[in-house]
């Protein structure tokens, strides 16, 4: 297999940023070699005629649209048919979590009760009973699309910067 196919490939399919030594390591490279690949695999994404590009980000690289690209094919993304009110929903979950339902809607409004359905079934909130109402919280799955561990985590990328 040849070595820069298989960091391509890595890239691609990484949901957060790859450090070299974790692609030395899974790879079975040494990071030097990772370097000078990565460094390649730039150089010919930069090309006007690529559509993605690779980027340096939080001490890892990853593979994505180009920033003038992102907005012509932002429809076609995974989780771009979520509503904003929706998304607003989800960062309440997210920032406050876990969080009782009947707080949720008495910050939220009735409408919480639907947008908390939709985030269950799309995998990305956990509903559990709490007497007469519900305990909510994010689920794994939406901890490992930010790259965290932990809700705290997630709450500390939800800050506002100041």
Known sequence: MEPKALIE??????????SPARLAQVLGLSEEAVGRLIQALADEYSSPDRGLEVVQE?????LQVK????DAVRPLAPGQDIPEPVLRTLALIAYRGPILQSELVRLRGQRAYSHVRELVER???????????????????LLSYF??????QLRSLLEPEG
Request: zero cysteines.
């Open 58 to 62: 939080g001490g890892g690289y990853v």
């Open 67 to 70: 920033a003038e690209l992102a």
């Open 9 to 18: 490939a890595a890239l691609f399919v990484a949901d957060r940023p790859l």
């Open 123 to 141: 995998g990305l909130v956990r509903a559990e009973e709490d007497g007469v109402t519900k305990r909510l919280s994010v689920t794994k799955a």
């Open 147 to 152: 790259g965290v561990e932990t809700e705290e």
